[in-house]
Nanobody, 125 residues
Framework: QVQLVESGGGLVQPGGSLRLSCAAS????????MGWYRQAPGKQRELVASTTSSGTTNYPDSVKGRFTISRDNAKNTVYLQMNSLKPEDTAVYYCNADYVLYYSGWSVRSGYDYWGQGTQVTVSS
C-alpha cells in the first residue's frame, strides 16, 4: 500500500544542522498530514513537527525556532531541517503519514497512521 522511507540521520556536534527526508511510495492520491516524531531511549515517542497538505505547520516549544518542516506534495516527500541541535535532540526520528488516499485497483481507499523505519540522530561532541 504505502511505504515511508527516511534518510539523512547521523552524528552531529551541538549547534550543528541536519536535514531529514522522508519519501512516501505507493499508488498515492493524496496525503493529509505528514510529520516527524522522535523517541529517545526510555522516553515516549513525541511529535517534533507536522504539516498539512495546505501547509499548516505545528511544532512543540522544544523545537520551535530551530526546526522547520516542509513538504513537496508532488513528490509525496516531507523534510525536516534541524538547526542549532542540542544533545537532548538525540533520538530515533520517525516519519509519519496520516489519512492517505491511495489507488487500489479501480478504487480509491483511505489508510491511516503510516510509519517509517526510523533514522538515528545523535548530537554529541
Amino acid at each position: 500500500q504505502v511505504q515511508l522511507v527516511e534518510s539523512g540521520g547521523g552524528l552531529v556536534q551541538p549547534g550543528g544542522s541536519l536535514r531529514l527526508s522522508c519519501a512516501a511510495s505507493g499508488r498515492i492520491k493524496s496525503i493529509n498530514v505528514m510529520g516527524w516524531y522522535r523517541q529517545a531511549p526510555g522516553k515516549q515517542r513525541e511529535l517534533v513537527a507536522s504539516t498539512t497538505s495546505s501547509g499548516t505547520t505545528n511544532y512543540p516549544d522544544s523545537v520551535k525556532g530551530r526546526f522547520t518542516i516542509s513538504r513537496d506534495n508532488a513528490k509525496n516527500t516531507v523534510y525536516l531541517q534541524m538547526n542549532s541541535l542540542k544533545p537532548e535532540d538525540t533520538a530515533v526520528y520517525y516519519c509519519n503519514a496520516d489519512y492517505v488516499l491511495y489507488y487500489s485497483g479501480w478504487s480509491v481507499r483511505s489508510g491511516y497512521d503510516y510509519w517509517g523505519q526510523g533514522t538515528q540522530v545523535t548530537v554529541s561532541s
